[in-house]
Nanobody, 126 residues
Framework: QVQLVESGGGLVQAGGSLRLSCAAS????????LGWFRQAPGKEREFVAA????????TYSDSVKDRVTISRANAKFPLILHMHSLKPEDTAVYYC???????????????????WGQGTQVTVSS
């Protein structure tokens, strides 16, 4: 069982920056990949970025790869998502998720991730 909690969301003007954080209130010793997804009203969850357990593999969505950096310390938590040059279309609830089945991968599909946080709202104004 892995319990994740996101923080750092808020209201920011277009072109601004935010730092999202994901902490594990409860986790197992089993290794797992951590990823960020987002979901806007009326849309399905969209992959943003992921990093595998060892940190050797990082995957970014093409839509954000030049504006987002995912990272985590050797202790694995917190998981960090740095975002800059934010656009109104980045407005969404951002979720932290864990893939416990393929920790050597940095999967991009929602179905690979078993545990999810409650999300943190990011709103980018024009």
């Amino acid at each position: 069982q892995v319990q994740l909690v996101e923080s750092g969301g808020g209201l920011v003007q277009a072109g601004g920056s935010l730092r999202l954080s994901c902490a594990a209130s409860t986790h197992t010793a089993r290794p797992y990949t951590l990823g960020w997804f987002r979901q806007a009203p009326g849309k399905e969850r969209e992959f943003v970025a992921a990093i595998n357990w060892s940190g050797s593999k990082i995957t970014y969505s093409d839509s954000v790869k030049d504006r987002v950096t995912i990272s985590r310390a050797n202790a694995k938590f917190p998981l960090i998502l740095h975002m800059h040059s934010l656009k109104p279309e980045d407005t969404a609830v951002y979720y932290c998720a864990a893939d416990i089945n393929r920790p050597w991968m940095a999967a991009v599909d929602v179905e690979s991730y078993v545990y999810w946080g409650q999300g943190t709202q990011v709103t980018v104004s024009s």
